[in-house]
């Protein structure tokens, strides 16, 4: 496991290959709580699957099949070139969305990936297992490399959404920042700064000439953004808190009207879901012959959003009066469904067409007259006095308030939200909801299908369905279970994890539920709630709250302990509890471990520590054939050993010889006691920890003994006198577990602090530090060779880390861990959000003079730095250096020659190539999303020369896209500098005219192609509905009547030559 070099010692490296067990993550301490954790992916087909948030993943599910069938995750790549490169990542997912087969995620450090999925690989089952054991070549990722685009300040990206039918992607942050993205183009347009509070949503609207964008946030507005100007259009301050929730939709068109209906829905804080009509600015359609004054009714005219109402449920049922949390329309618009926080149900309301809309607010507007003119003919004779049962509010639906929650007062003329908006149904849950989405499609019995992400790591589909009542015969909408799929996952943090000797099984235990997994393929074998004999056979259900578990010898059975202080032994292969000892403690059991038959002493045992202050000596024997469950397992009491206090973890000793063996007990009065095993003998007293140890082991040799605590302290112990070798920190939390790699010195340890660490017990130092789970580490168990390490912990899921062949050199580690803090002290205080967020905290506190409060900036650059855009930009310098260089060495060699051909051998530092080619190689090397981080790095002696290689790379026409691209991003970033630049006139206006000339050039020649794609398409389509004759085939000619290509034809068709193949 560790081999010595020189002076020095490297080891072998553990990466994360892999992580199951897990169905749909939760928000944790560092991810905030998103909208968007489930989508289905492509085009409404019932084959398509559903994605989902888990984690470092992205995973998809069958509804069809109830089952896992697609992966999607992407490489982490550690700074200094170090690591395998295959490693699955280390961050968290924290939204998604889809648009046909493209997948775009939003993940913890800031990062946008977009994955392009192929149908073919859900088909196949691709990519559901990732392993770093097996060879290069194969693919263990189903998209190798997403698109990466980088542009939020190292904040999480909580809300993500697609144009439809757009290449455009928008992103936003939680320090308030929106960025507009060109997926093609894999580049930032802009970056849009506003809002002062996380983005929960973010919709595209597109009303005739307005391009915008409404987004929602934390700061409780709702802001309408022009895409054309970058800016501001409206900002809604209507809301009574943080707006949580809101969607955009177009859901028909009004009669006698030629706008859309487009309606947006809002939730916050205060529990109401509001209704605002988007509409066209009217300034966008303004004449220049309109006049100039502007008046107040003006400026409301030119809003995007009008006020409608808000959405009320009928006073019969029972919603719940919390927060907002996410609201989504149905993909045929028929539909909205709204979740308010921590509720079991999702209330579906239904959107009547434009004539039933219109209907319905006529009979509220004849209703208003006909109360009116009882009003009148009441104060004209007097009044009368309202009885006790009136209801001042009773007219149900058409019920008039002068003034809405928003503060607004309605136009009674106008349309309302109640016009259009029905309460349909409630989807109701098994348990708390985190997110939902409706169904795409249609299923066999009619009515509408939601797929509940719940609060258990699980997936539930409902369908709401009319039914006639049979009492009244009315139809009354019901709410049934279609599916749950809950066999994937834990719903609670795993607590215990156990290999079998064989590492094909491993068992996992959480509260109430027992899974045991196939290791090799990731898939669940059986999932257990175990519970005692006794309580089955009386028809109990509940089960036991399982604390650790480990594997009889065989791998046939699992030994579960409880915190009810039951033992209890499973059958692997029925998924039944076949003994039960119950009250084998008084308390809860906390920790167990499995004595292994040998030469001398051939029998099983185990041994339990638990809350009573007793560690109890159980031995394996097989039930009599008159008991109920004959042949199965049992366990046996033989021996107590009485403790002072409360036992905390149990561990035996490797050794074979039963004189020899040790066991080790670590009690709530934080020592460690150990006793010798036939006899029971005290044998030491470890004293050193100033919390009790959760967790001891010892190596294979017996030579020294580690333990864990929860004082974050790690001590290495001497097993011949009990000293202390040495003390380790380096955890930020208390250390869980801790396991020994066999025939090393070397263990691991887990963490309250998230992370897994890997340490040598010989030279008392940390090797690695591997990240990945989202929350404390609960357990871990190490694989019989080392080559795989299984820790799970309260994120619910069980990530896999592999030893691979990849050499780890603590020096070289510990530099690249300093190299790591670039990254999070970036300078980021230069971001025109951080500056505005520092003038708001300040502005808070009363600092910011008056006077500075000008207008501030709207937008910039989607731009970031990062240890890799800055190392790019010291390429492309070296670049230009190198290429000057051999610039004059060759012009030297031209005059040292004196004019006669000879060739001057190429440089092999330039890769053979010409000065203005190894440029255009450097500029395509760097990756789009962060080239122009890169070139703000060029000071501007240097982009002098890169202009020039550019006017030579234009003039032979070579990366025209690309050389474009760069020299108008680099004039527009240095106008000012350029303008001042007297001797760069004249290449500049080369550079335009090149610019111009070639551009023109590949848009005429993009035009041409697509004219000719589109003629093929169009004789393919007529072709496709025609009966096939040989004769046409060879004599039509498709380009007939389009210039050249008929021209073409007639000249080849007089020589006698024929056209073929032109696919």
Partial sequence: DHYKVGNGAYFLRYECADAFALTTSSASSRAPQSNSIVSFLGDGSPKDPLMTTAGSQCLGFSLKQNRLCLKLGHREHLTGGVGTGRALNSDEVVCLTTSGDKVATGWLDGAVRVFDVNSKDVANDAGLVHSLIHDEDEDEFVVREPLLLQGHLNTPVRSICFAQGETRLASGGSDGSVVLWDVVAETGLFRLLGHRGGITEIMFVRLGNFDGLITASLDGLVKVWDLNGQCCNQTIANHRGEVWGAACARIGVLENEEEDRVRLVTGSTDGQVRVWAVQEPKRNAATDTDTEKETASDIRDDDVCHYMGSLIPPPNVSTSTEKVQTIHYHPNVRYVGVLHSGSKSVDVYLIRSAQESLRKKQRRLRRRREKKGIATDEQATGGKKRGILDDPESSGDDQERPEDVSGEALDPKRLKASDEFEYYGMARASHKIRGFTFVPFKERGGGIRVVCALSTNALETLALIKKKNPDDGKNVVVCEKVSMLDMYGHPTGIRSIALSSDDELACTVSKNVTKIWNVDNRSCVHSISPSPLAKRKEGGSAGCYGLCATFLPGNSHVVLGTREGHLLVVDIASGDVVYTEEKAHDGAIWSLDLRRPTQQQETTAIVTGSADKTVKFWEIEVQDEDEEEAGQPMVVHTRTLQMTDDVVAVRYSHSTDPSKRLVFASTLDSTIKVFFDDTLKFFLSLYGHKLPALAVDSSDDDMILASSGADKAIKIWGLDFGDTHRTLYGHGDSVTDLRFVNRTHNFFTSSKDGTVRYWDGDRFEQILVLNGHCAEV???????????????????????????????????????????????????????????????????????????????????????????????????????????????????????????????????????????????????????????????????????????????????????????????????????????????????????????????????????????????????????????????AQSKDIWAGLGLGSDVAAALEQKGGRRTNWS
Avoid at 929 to 940: D, G, K, M, N, Y
């Fill in 778 to 1032: 609960n357990c871990l168990a190490v694989s019989r060779t080392g080559a795989f390490v299984l820790t799970g912990g309260m994120d619910r899921q069980v990530r896999v880390w592999e030893r691979t062949r990849d050499m780890v050199f603590l020096e070289e580690e510990r530099e690249r861990e300093l190299e790591q803090v670039f990254d999070k002290v970036q300078g980021d205080d230069r971001e025109t959000a951080s500056i505005m967020r520092r003038r708001d905290e300040s502005d808070m506190n009363g600092e910011v003079d008056q006077e500075a409060d000008g207008d501030q900036p709207q937008s910039e650059a989607a731009v970031k730095r990062s240890v890799l855009s800055v190392s790019s930009g010291d390429r492309i310098m070296e670049a230009l250096e190198r290429a000057d260089q051999e610039l004059k060495e060759a012009a030297v060699f031209r005059k040292s020659e004196g004019g006669q051909a000879t060739t001057r051998m190429a440089n092999p530092l330039l890769l053979g190539l010409e000065p203005a080619q190894y440029i255009l190689w450097i500029l395509r090397s760097i990756k789009s999303a962060e080239l122009e981080q890169s070139l703000l790095v060029l000071p501007l002696g240097h982009l002098e020369r890169l202009i020039y290689y550019l006017i030579v790379l234009l003039r032979s026409g070579r990366g025209v896209e690309l050389c474009s691209r760069v020299a108008i991003f680099m004039i527009k970033t240095h106008q000012n500098q350029l303008v001042a630049t007297r001797k760069l006139a004249i290449p500049l206006r080369e550079l335009r005219r090149l610019v111009r000339m070639r551009l023109s050039q590949d848009r005429d020649t993009v035009g041409f192609n697509l004219a000719a794609l589109r003629t093929i398409a169009r004789v393919a389509q007529e072709n496709k509905n025609s009966h096939f004759n040989a004769d046409d």
